[in-house]
């Protein structure tokens, strides 16, 4: 499935300045990870191509590393995402948006995501 997200981010009615606009993020249900890659390799290539250039690649791979703990996928980071049950794959899909770091983070239907982000 290829489509194209458009639209405005306004707040009051007001269009947001450039450098929140790029900070924002929007997470789909469907994976947009490449089958193959691993979990862990999913979530650094998308630090790795997202987050800010003056980021070191130690701070990228450490936030990885902060992610995958956040998102309990230690015992799975090492499987290929093809490899995943569709509840399991939820969890790289939200992680490839929060390594990239958002101020602000949209989800299709986060009700559905996973009861791991539900505060007891």
Excluded at 9 to 17: E, T
Excluded at 90 to 98: A, M, Q, S, T, V
């Amino acid at each position: 499935m290829v489509g194209v997200v458009t639209g405005e981010m306004l707040v009051d009615g007001k269009q947001l300045g450039v450098e929140f606009r790029r900070s924002a993020a929007f997470c789909l249900q469907q994976d947009i990870h490449d089958e193959t890659a691993t979990i862990r390799e999913a979530l650094e290539f998308s630090a790795f191509v997202r987050q800010d250039r003056c980021s070191s690649d130690d701070e990228k791979l450490s936030y990885v590393d902060e992610i995958v703990k956040f998102l309990e996928l230690g015992p799975y980071q090492d499987a290929a995402v093809r490899s995943l049950n569709v509840n399991l794959k939820k969890r790289p899909i939200l992680g490839g948006e929060f390594v990239a770091k958002p101020s602000l983070l949209f989800l299709d239907e986060p009700t559905s995501v996973s009861p791991f982000l539900v505060d007891d």
